[in-house]
């Protein structure tokens, strides 16, 4: 079994961070993931809030965090985690393709797109429905499009397809938006953005080969109704990555990763890093303002140990 000083879990921007800081102070580094750096950034286009970038595209700026995390002798690896086993002064981190041992254990697996769970979402899943405008909008080209959700992400990815499509209507279950008040802004100003209030959406509908539309309901008159639509874009929220860690009682009842302000979990030598943590502000900065911190509090513990 290869040993390390600290295994970072997930290759995102927490992770990232956290090996370029742990790797920086001389410490040997892994990170593991199961899919290519860089997280969920590969699914973001257009970067606006990264300071010192105007704007930046997602995959650019992973693969300048990837140089700049391996730059001090990280290294990295494939690899689906699926558990972490606590020995004390090292942990055993067991994947998919063997297992591996370090002393500190920093855990960055973020989060996932929520199913909205309706009928017609899992039969018509890559035929029309979507968690990710980046990856799918090209395909709804001067086609009509149907986002869900209310969020920072469904306003942010509303935007985006609106450049794309013919027209974009928002279903929104309440009658405000929660997203940040500069994306409602430019929502509402943008002429091929429509607004659909106090809806849920009942079912996806499709001709069995392709999403054509939604089924609706008012919850507030309890009126019925259908939405036409080549596309379907669900953003109704996020589940944390934390189900290899959950033997470790480290979570909370809904599963995020509860922390001290050194991202410290209950378990001595094991810290977490951005979106899987419970906390309010799910974003690239916090995520690597934790790595930070994260790499540096496995430095010194790795320091108690001696
Ligand atoms: P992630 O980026 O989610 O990375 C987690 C990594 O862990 C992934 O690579 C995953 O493959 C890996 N992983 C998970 N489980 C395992 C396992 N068991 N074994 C091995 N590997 C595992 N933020 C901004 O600041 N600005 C924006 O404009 C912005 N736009 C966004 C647009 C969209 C559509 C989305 C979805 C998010 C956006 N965000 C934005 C949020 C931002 O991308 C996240 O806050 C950030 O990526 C979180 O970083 P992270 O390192 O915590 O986790």
Redesign the pocket.
């Given at each position: 079994m290869k040993n390390y000083d600290v295994i970072v879990?997930?290759?995102?921007?927490?992770?990232?961070t956290g090996a370029l800081y742990a790797s920086r102070a001389n410490l040997s580094v892994l990170m593991?993931?199961?899919?290519?750096?860089?997280?969920?950034?590969?699914?973001?286009a257009?970067?606006?809030?990264?300071p010192g970038f105007k704007s930046v595209l997602?995959p650019d700026l992973a693969k300048d965090m990837y140089d700049g995390a391996t730059q001090f002798g990280a290294e990295f690896a494939y690899?689906?985690?699926?558990s972490i086993e606590d020995h004390g002064d090292h942990k055993v981190v067991k994947?998919d393709d063997g297992d591996y041992s370090a002393k500190a254990v920093l855990i960055?697996?973020?989060?996932?797109?929520k199913k909205l769970g309706v009928p017609g979402e899992d039969n018509y899943g890559g035929r029309g429905v979507s968690y990710?405008?980046?990856c799918d909008g090209a395909f709804f080209k001067n086609r009509d499009v149907i986002v869900v959700g209310g969020g920072?992400?469904a306003i942010?990815?509303g935007i985006y397809l609106a450049g794309l499509a013919s027209k974009v209507t928002i279903v929104v279950r309440r009658d405000q938006l929660r997203a940040q008040k500069i994306l409602q802004d430019r929502a509402f100003a943008n002429d091929k953005i429509e607004f659909v209030w106090n809806t849920n959406v009942t079912e996806i509908q499709g001709d069995k080969m392709k999403v054509t539309g939604v089924a609706t309901h008012n919850n507030q008159t309890g009126e019925t109704g259908h939405l036409d639509a080549s596309g379907v874009f669900i953003?109704v929220g996020?589940l944390p990555?934390t189900?290899?860690f959950t033997d470790l009682g480290i979570t909370d009842d809904a599963g995020w990763i509860k922390t001290d302000d050194h991202m410290a979990t209950a378990v001595p030598g094991i810290f977490a890093?951005?979106?899987?943590?419970q906390k309010d502000l799910?974003?690239?900065?916090?995520?690597v303002g934790?790595?930070g911190t994260a790499g540096q509090a496995a430095f010194n513990y790795l320091e108690t140990l001696k």
């Open positions: 879990i997930g290759a995102g921007p927490g992770g990232m593991l993931d199961r899919g290519i750096y860089g997280g969920q950034m590969n699914n973001t257009a970067i606006e809030n990264y997602g690899g689906s985690v699926d994947t960055a697996t973020g989060s996932e797109y990710c405008a980046v920072d992400s942010e990815e953003y996020t990555m189900t290899a890093i951005g979106d899987v943590r799910r974003q690239i900065t916090t995520a934790e790595g």
